[in-house]
């Protein structure tokens, strides 16, 4: 019965891995997502960070999206992005067999170039292969305003009609239940 608690969980957990990150708020639980800064009272800081499965573009959009909404949320009608980056991390991962011993102690030994390792044993399986996953993080910081958005200025963007135009893009999470 243990087992299968264990293992319904697991599923759980990979379940939720298994998709890209969904256009939600970032908390300790659920640590992919957006989350916001106030700067000043018309200045905000946001990032929204996606896991392996979410591409930059989604991520950037999501980014956008955001601006828009805390924007109309605090009552203004346009933002300048006054700066904005995406972060790319990118790691090899193991995939394949990850056997461990079926004791309940693991040998351990110190290197000076890797630091405390397990204890390397032919017998038991190494990863087969690596793939390589890519995380991407978009942080901006705006600037919100009332009134017409300046025609002139690229970087100046009116929050209703990016909402509009990108409400079709957001994939929001599924209800709890």
């Keep these: 019965m243990r087992i299968l608690i264990l293992m319904a969980a697991a599923a759980a957990v990979l379940g939720a891995c298994a998709t890209a990150t969904p256009y939600q708020q970032?908390?300790?639980?659920?640590?992919y997502g957006f989350q916001e800064q106030t700067i000043e009272s018309n200045r905000v800081r946001i990032n929204f960070r996606g896991n392996t499965l979410t591409d930059r573009a989604t991520v950037e959009t999501y980014l956008l999206y955001r601006a828009a909404e805390v924007t109309l949320e605090r009552g203004f009608d346009y933002f300048i992005v006054a700066n904005r980056n995406t972060d790319e991390d990118t790691r090899l991962q193991p995939t394949g067999p990850h056997l461990r011993p079926r004791f309940g102690f693991d040998y351990w030994y110190f290197s000076p170039r890797?630091?405390?390792?397990?204890?390397?044993?032919?017998f038991w399986a190494e990863p087969s292969s690596y793939?390589?996953?890519?995380?991407?993080?978009?942080v901006a910081e705006i600037a919100m305003f009332h009134g017409a958005k300046p025609q002139n200025?690229?970087?100046?963007?009116?929050?209703?009609?990016?909402q509009t135009n990108l409400q079709g893009q957001i994939v929001r999470p599924p209800p709890p239940g």
């Design 26 to 31: 970032a908390s300790a639980n659920a640590p």
């Design 114 to 122: 890797r630091g405390w390792s397990p204890w390397y044993d032919p």
């Design 131 to 138: 793939r390589e996953v890519t995380r991407y993080e978009a």
């Design 153 to 162: 200025d690229a970087n100046a963007f009116d929050a209703r009609e990016v």
